[in-house]
């Protein structure tokens, strides 16, 4: 059985001088952990620092999203490539407030609008992730309607068949 994952998203919270303080605080309190893989993924202006701080520590460097192109004009977005060059060994997919899938109605819709990730998006920035070295890690859930309603299970299995469709070693139904 592969190794269990805890990944600390840090949304849009901590500067670099923040995240190099709390790096400095948090490597000594995981120095012995060995059975899970820990996975810190800062915004993308303390990637940097973060990775410097724990070099040669049982700690990975994860990004919060990526895009699916190596490069291109693309204002804002951040590619594989530059994930990688960063230090990176993981990337979060699929975020339920980059899909709009959480909270208040009205603010799910505009977040929805704003980053617009879906099914097909997370299937190609999962892809991206992988065809460049970086291990996706692919959100799913329901939003509050959908767990009332009882589709849970429905909705979550659809989003991972969206997600792993046409990869490698994934079934085809």
Not at 99 to 106: L, Q
Request: proline fraction near 4%; include cysteine.
């Amino acid at each position: 059985m592969r190794k269990p994952i805890i990944a600390a998203n840090w949304k849009m919270f901590k500067t670099i001088a923040e995240a190099r303080e709390f790096v400095a605080q948090f490597l000594p309190l995981v120095a012995d952990v060995s059975e899970v893989d820990l996975v810190l993924c800062p915004p993308f202006t303390a990637l940097a620092a973060v990775g410097e701080g724990i070099q040669g520590s049982n700690v990975r460097l994860g990004a919060q999203d990526v895009f699916w192109k190596e490069q291109g004009a693309y204002t804002g977005e951040v590619s594989p490539l530059m994930l990688k060059d960063v230090g990176c060994d993981y990337v979060i997919v699929g975020h339920s407030e980059r899909r709009g899938r959480f909270g208040k109605a009205e603010f799910a819709a505009e977040l929805a609008t704003v980053f617009g990730d879906n099914d097909a998006t997370v299937n190609v920035k999962a892809r991206a992730a992988l065809v460049h070295g970086l291990t996706p890690i692919i959100c799913v859930g329901e939003t509050i309607g959908e767990r009332r309603a009882g589709n849970t299970d429905r909705v979550v299995c659809e989003q991972v068949k969206a997600a792993l469709h046409g990869l490698a070693g994934t079934p085809a139904s």
